[in-house]
């Protein structure tokens, strides 16, 4: 049920900036905003790694994804908007 859920929210239309890692040539300073960052590819193996086993882990790496987009793009911004609205 949780893998259906990451690979299902993978598929809304404003999740493709969040499918993978953020690059250092796409945000080189990001690694010095952001501490922790997650996307969902990496919250998809840790699923299927069983590293992820309840909902209430799901929702916190999920969380962690659209805080950290919300923190490293300012408010307005299309990511911003992106991350809060699958928030």
Aim: charge should be positive.
């Amino acid at each position: 049920a949780l893998l259906k859920f990451v690979v299902s929210i993978t598929k809304h239309r404003w999740a493709h900036p969040f499918k993978r890692p953020v690059t250092e040539k796409e945000a080189p300073d990001y690694r010095e905003i952001v501490t922790d960052p997650m996307d969902f590819s990496t919250l998809r193996k840790k699923v299927e790694g069983g590293a992820i086993r309840d909902v209430a882990s799901l929702v916190s790496d999920l969380n962690l994804i659209f805080n950290n987009a919300m923190l490293y793009n300012p408010k307005g911004s299309d990511y911003h908007t992106m991350a809060s609205t699958l928030k």
